[in-house]
């Protein structure tokens, strides 16, 4: 014998699941058609015998701490070991398109409720369930053509695009070939010629190894420029004139340093004329006041 697997404990479950939610929908109908949903003393026993229904089926049971008889349906009266196997073995022989008769319930097949129980059923909700749930339409041929032209035109725009990039490569390539071939041709007027300043330019066209720069896949490197080229000369700062002397702060008046003077008093002619400072003018007269004699 086969033992059970997880699919067959499943669909076990899945009955189980079925029965019981069809079992307490029966009871919500049943007791709403006898009017004692409000009234749960009149529906429940004190023993262990389940419900006492006023309308039941041909099974009677007595209770052990009375002599009184009451009616039970068979789903109770029934062994939980029995209603367990009957559960897992529950088939439906009825079609998916119609409404099971009374006799055609899976409940009353299997013998868990009378017939009479089964005409309060509600109609069955059946409820498919998909493992993979893939949302599928139909298109028309307006739409599919429609996305054939947008798939054609995306295509060529790939394929015109990969075409300029292979065209702009090829381009680079022939410029880059131009100007190698070029290089080529100058270098051997390069090597014999000298610059101004007396360096050959030949040593440096050429790779540790000795073979041309050029063979090498390297350019000719010019010989190095003079520091004193690339600097400009250093401009005096000329002094500023003495009309605009009086508006400078006094830390940048142009005053003659004590040093300045004993350069002038022991220095050439030559120096005493160009380290010697004019005097600064007098200060201006303060305004208001007239310097003028009558």
């Given at each position: ?24 929908t ?27 229904m ?7 049971t ?33 079609s998916?398109?119609r409404?099971p ?8 097949a ?24 893939v ?57 014999t ?15 540790s ?12 490197v ?17 002094a500023?004139p003495?009309?605009?002397?009086r ?48």
């Amino acid at each position: 014998m086969r033992r059970p697997d997880n699919l067959d404990r499943a669909r076990a479950a899945c009955a189980t699941q079925e029965v019981v939610d069809q079992f307490y929908t029966l009871l919500d109908g049943t007791l709403e058609a006898l009017g004692l949903k409000d009234k749960p003393s009149q529906i429940y026993n004190c023993d262990e015998t389940g419900f006492a229904m006023e309308r039941g089926p041909d099974t009677s049971t007595t209770s052990p701490g009375s002599s009184t008889t009451s009616s039970i349906p068979l789903a109770a009266a029934q062994p939980s070991t029995s209603s367990t196997t009957s559960t897992t073995t529950c088939t439906c022989t009825c079609s998916l398109h119609r409404q099971p008769t009374p006799e055609e319930h899976p409940l009353v097949a299997e013998g868990l409720i009378p017939r009479d129980l089964a005409a309060l059923l509600p109609p069955i909700q059946r409820r498919p369930v998909r493992r993979l749930p893939v949302a599928a339409r139909v298109i028309t041929a307006s739409e599919y053509e429609h996305q054939y032209l947008k798939t054609v035109e995306k295509e060529r725009a790939g394929n015109a695009e990969r075409q300029r990039r292979a065209a702009l490569k090829r381009q680079r390539e022939m410029e880059r070939a131009a100007v190698e071939e070029t290089i080529e041709a100058v270098i051997p007027d390069v090597g014999t010629t000298t610059s101004d300043s007396g360096n050959t330019i030949s040593p440096s066209l050429c790779d540790s190894s000795g073979a041309p720069a050029a063979e090498a896949g390297h350019l000719p490197v010019p010989p190095p420029i003079p520091s004193a080229i690339l600097q400009p000369p250093a401009t005096p700062s000329a002094a500023p004139p003495a009309c605009r002397q009086r508006f400078q702060p006094p830390a940048r008046r142009t005053h003659p340093t004590p040093s300045a003077l004993s350069d002038t008093t022991t220095g050439p002619a030559s120096s005493n004329a160009s380290t010697t400072t004019p005097p600064p003018p007098p200060p201006p007269p303060p305004r208001g006041k007239s310097t003028s004699r009558p």
